[in-house]
């Protein structure tokens, strides 16, 4: 079964400051790895996925994270955090459960990113 | 990105009373779309899988009497609440994939159903 931890409930940086966000994953085969962010009362949005290829994947709103296979890891991280970036994110990992046309998601528990004026 | 539309973001509904949620995928064909539900600080719990034509798998657990799903077009999938308890108040968010190839899916806005 694939699973995905995001080990820190909340994550508190003063704006300007780098944030890293940390995700690490299970899975039986190579992994799909996926970032999403939620505002509240809204539905997720996405952030960057890696696939394969290069393990430094940049993505929306300048985040960027760093696919490590031998820690099975995908931390997401920004060089200077913003007010507006403060939300809760989402890691996620493909599910290769078989059927036609599937495409499931394993989520992380989230975490709540506040970034402080 | 591809877009999906969710409605209604919010709606608020009396005990025994069924509420039905719209998904559409609005630039793109999605053959499968996703349910989920969402607790207060919580993670995303996928209910189930809509499939165009077919009947929704169901997670173990979810009810599909309760929890109907219908997904009769490439671009629409529903789910139905069938008498609504309080304990169903939560966050619905469908989701799809853009069948052309994107491997990121897509996330509606998301439904704060509130049954009182």
């Known amino acids: 079964a694939q ?9 508190k940086v003063a704006e300007g400051n780098p944030l890293t966000v940390k995700c690490t994953y299970s899975v039986s085969g190579n992994p799909y790895l996926f970032w999403y962010v939620q505002y509240p009362n809204r539905g997720l949005q996405f952030l960057l996925k890696y696939i394969t290829g290069d393990n430094l994947v940049k993505g929306s709103y ?3 994270a760093e696919f490590n296979k031998s820690q099975t890891s995908f931390h997401l991280k920004k060089p200077s955090a ?3 970036d403060s939300a809760l994110y989402f890691c996620a990992v493909r599910d290769l459960r078989s059927g036609a046309g599937s495409y499931q998601l394993t989520f992380g528990k989230g975490t709540k990113l506040s970034v402080i004026p | 990105g591809a877009v999906v539309s969710q409605h209604p973001s919010r709606v608020i509904c009396k005990s025994g009373t069924s ?7 609005l630039d793109f064909q999605a053959t499968t779309m996703f349910w989920y539900r969402q607790f207060p600080k919580q993670s995303l719990m996928l209910m189930a899988t809509s499939n165009e034509g077919s009947k929704a798998t169901y997670e173990q657990g979810v009810e599909k009497d309760k929890f109907l799903i219908n997904h009769a077009s490439l671009t629409l999938s529903t789910l139905t609440v069938t008498s609504a308890h309080p304990e169903d108040s939560s966050f619905y968010i469908c989701s799809a994939r853009d069948q052309t190839g994107n491997t990121e899916a897509f996330f ?5 159903l509130t049954v009182v």
């Open chain 2, 108 to 112: 509606g806005q998301g439904t704060r």
């Open chain 1, 82 to 84: 913003l007010v507006s």
């Open chain 2, 19 to 25: 509420v039905k949620i719209e998904c559409r995928s």
């Open chain 1, 3 to 11: 699973s995905v931890a995001q080990p820190e409930d909340q994550v």
């Open chain 1, 62 to 64: 300048g985040f960027e």
